[in-house]
């Protein structure tokens, strides 16, 4: 089976502050994401990686950058978090980049006060 | 102040009985189309997916059938169990990458014993 862990569940970060999400998967595969869940909106991607080092915006890039240094690993990062940030973050992986199902980590519930 | 869209469409069935979750798709284009069964407190698990080039296809216990002609894909749980209760959602490839992935809403199935 697909393992993909992401190092916290909760966090709570204040204002201004720089966050970092990590998140490794297990199974070798070439593509990783990262999306925001929340109610109401549903999944929305922010960035994702094809390759090493390699990186696209998703739908809602503003305020994150990524991080992909090695395959199994994929970073994400909040220059500077502000409130609106607050929310539910999934990362993904999958085996290709055209029909084929991600495989998503448990999430990072975070919170910005 | 309110918070908008909180509530899904709810299914509640009885233990034993077959389920059936709707989805509506928005682009004719979309060629891949995935569902997703989310627990509370964990992230999305794949459950099964299915190409254009086909209208049905079975898993274990799950069926997803897809029409074309009114942009329609649903899932089928057969003998629905306790441990099926979570929200579902099914998720279309726009076309080309997974970045182009977009995810419903979800519905909420309630099994009751």
């Known amino acids: 089976d697909v393992k993909v862990t992401q190092s916290s569940r909760y966090l709570v970060k204040r204002t201004g502050e720089k966050v970092f999400l990590e998140c490794v998967q297990d199974?070798?595969?070439?593509?990783m994401f990262w999306y925001r869940q929340d109610p109401g909106l549903g999944l929305r991607l922010i960035y994702f990686?094809?390759?090493?080092?390699?990186?696209e915006k998703g739908d809602i890039p503003e305020g994150y950058s990524v991080s992909r240094e090695k395959k199994e690993r994929f970073s994400l990062i909040l220059e500077s978090a502000s409130t609106n940030q607050t929310s539910m973050y999934l990362c993904?992986?999958?085996?290709?980049?055209?029909?084929?199902?991600?495989?998503f980590g448990n999430g990072t519930r975070l919170t910005v006060t | 102040g309110e918070s908008v869209g909180l509530h899904l469409p709810t299914l509640s069935v009885q233990e034993g009985d077959n389920s059936i979750i709707n989805c509506a798709y928005s682009?004719?284009?979309?060629?891949?189309f995935i569902w997703y069964k989310q627990e509370s407190g964990k992230g999305p698990q794949f459950i099964i997916d299915i190409r254009s080039n086909m209208d049905k296809r079975q898993g274990q216990r799950v069926t997803v059938l897809l029409n074309k002609t009114v942009k329609h894909l649903s899932l089928q749980i057969a003998a629905t169990q306790p441990g099926d209760s979570a929200v579902y959602f099914c998720a279309e490839n726009r076309g080309g990458s997974q970045g182009n992935l977009i995810f419903g809403k979800g519905t909420k199935l309630s099994v009751k014993p």
């Open positions: 199974m070798d595969h070439e593509n």
């Open positions: 682009n004719s284009a979309s060629d891949y």
């Open positions: 993904a992986s999958s085996l290709s980049l055209y029909n084929s199902p991600l495989h």
């Open positions: 990686s094809y390759d090493v080092k390699m990186k």
